[in-house]
């Protein structure tokens, strides 16, 4: 049997040589200089990532916090522009103003042409609440309706956003922020609500609010897109630019005919 005391005959135990402090000071100077030169080195990666993902998202995407800034005057101005764009005396153009070092667009309640998410947030919660009452006049209403309504209504508030998205991207127009497209998107849910509302009072007022609104939204599509093309493509061909425009407007016909029809089945 091995016996593993450390102990040897005649009381005297083995001492073993200590270990030399230099080399722990040598090795604890090599890791000290690795370990900040990694960390000098990963700072400068994660510095450079995070400029890079900041300056991306508010390129692409700006400040949520922007569309958010409406007051009363706003918002009963900006219904007037979307139902009723004929009418609108006014100019389409946004205010700028220096930020920063950057020219910047004034938030919407400085700016009657600034796009909202108040308004289309509000609208598209007013077409789910009617057309959930309209199921309910006909006795077609059940609490699954609800999730029907909100699934028929953002496929329709996506398919929007990507139309517009891949119009302006085939013009090369791709700086545009994302919320600005949705936004834009949606206030398509104001007329199909207004048409909504009245269908609840004359059955025949729907199909004449809803046409009216439909003809309304593409005006005021038309109006606000050829504000995006002549500000950043003017050198490209107009007829191209006619093209898109009519698409665009003619693009509002099925997408409110679909979204006005209210069924228990959300596809047709």
Not at 188 to 203: C, E, P, Q
């Amino acid at each position: 049997m091995y016996n593993n005391v450390g102990a040897q005959p005649g009381g005297q135990e083995t001492s073993f040589p200590q270990a030399i402090p230099f080399g722990n000071a040598f090795s604890g100077a090599t890791s000290g200089l690795i370990s900040s030169g990694l960390s000098a080195y990963g700072e400068k990666i994660f510095g450079s990532s995070s400029e890079y993902v900041q300056s991306n998202i508010s390129r692409y995407f700006a400040d949520p916090q922007y569309y958010f800034q409406v007051n009363d005057d706003y918002v009963r101005n900006k219904l007037k522009i979307v139902l009723a764009p004929f009418l609108h005396r006014g100019h389409w153009t946004r205010i700028t103003e220096p930020l920063a070092g950057k020219i910047s667009y004034k938030p919407p309640i400085y700016d009657i042409n600034a796009p909202d998410l108040y308004i289309p947030m509000m609208a598209f919660l007013s077409y789910v609440v009617l057309a959930g009452f309209s199921l309910g006049l006909s006795g077609k209403f059940n609490p699954e309706t609800v999730n029907w309504l909100l699934m028929k209504g953002l496929v329709g508030w996506i398919f929007q956003v990507v139309g517009l998205k891949v119009s302006l991207m085939s013009l090369s127009i791709g700086e545009t922020p994302l919320l600005d497209i949705v936004a834009y998107a949606g206030y398509a849910f104001t007329g199909i609500s207004l048409a909504l509302f009245g269908k609840l009072f004359w059955r025949h007022s729907y199909y004449i609010v809803l046409l009216l609104s439909c003809l309304s939204m593409g005006i005021f599509l038309v109006k606000t897109m050829k504000r995006v093309l002549y500000a950043e493509v003017r050198s490209h061909n107009s007829g191209k630019h006619h093209v898109l425009l009519l698409f665009i407007t003619l693009a509002q016909f099925p997408l409110f005919l679909w979204l006005g029809n209210i069924t228990i089945n959300w596809i047709f």
